[in-house]
């Protein structure tokens, strides 16, 4: 099996989109509601691909998983409650919208992506690494903890209490 990440472009939406599709069905089947909605929509995919943090994975020739490597602060980070940052540095990439096509689960693919999206994190200068998910989010939660994440506290998209996701930081040392 080859397998690498590269970035994304255009001629990659349309699998991209498929593959958002497919990580909300199998939300929404984990009574997850996370996803729920429009967002990511192909607009939100293509922004990230046009912004240059769009990342695929390739397995075999196909893409087989889409992720973006935000490289400024995110303001959903700003504030953090029951918690904190450690260290509270503000110069960080963050993990956002990742996904693994259904046909791919359950080949540690996750494992292989968060790695090299941990590397590049590394090659572009920086130390530290932020992600955050759903509470009831139990698949996410378990990936990220096994790529090394600590648990910081929590975080609320754009100041919604409704929307409040547990906040994960991992330092690359």
């Not at 590269?6 to 990580?23: E, F, P, S, V």
């Not at 602060?73 to 953090?80: C, L, Q, R, S, V």
């Not at 080949?107 to 090659?123: C, G, I, V």
Request: proline share 4%.
């Amino acid at each position: 099996m080859t397998k690498f990440v590269r970035a994304a472009t255009t001629a990659d939406l349309k699998q991209m989109t498929a593959i958002i599709q497919q990580g909300k069905t199998i939300l929404a089947t984990d009574h997850v509601p996370q996803w729920q909605g429009p967002y990511p929509a192909a607009s939100d995919l293509q922004a990230d691909i046009d912004a240059g943090i769009a990342w695929v994975l390739i397995v075999d020739g196909q893409v087989a998983g889409t992720a973006a490597l935000k490289t400024t602060a995110d303001p959903n980070y700003g504030k953090i409650y029951q918690g904190a940052w450690q260290p509270a540095d503000p110069h960080y990439t963050s993990i956002h919208r990742i996904s693994i096509a259904s046909g791919y689960h359950g080949q540690h693919l996750a494992d292989f992506f968060f790695s090299n999206l941990m590397t590049l994190s590394y090659q572009l200068g920086f130390h530290q690494v932020r992600i955050d998910t759903h509470q009831l989010n139990q698949r996410m939660q378990h990936i990220i903890k096994k790529a090394g994440f600590e648990y910081r506290g929590i975080v609320y998209m754009a100041d919604d209490p409704a929307d409040q996701r547990l906040a994960y930081q991992l330092m690359l040392k």
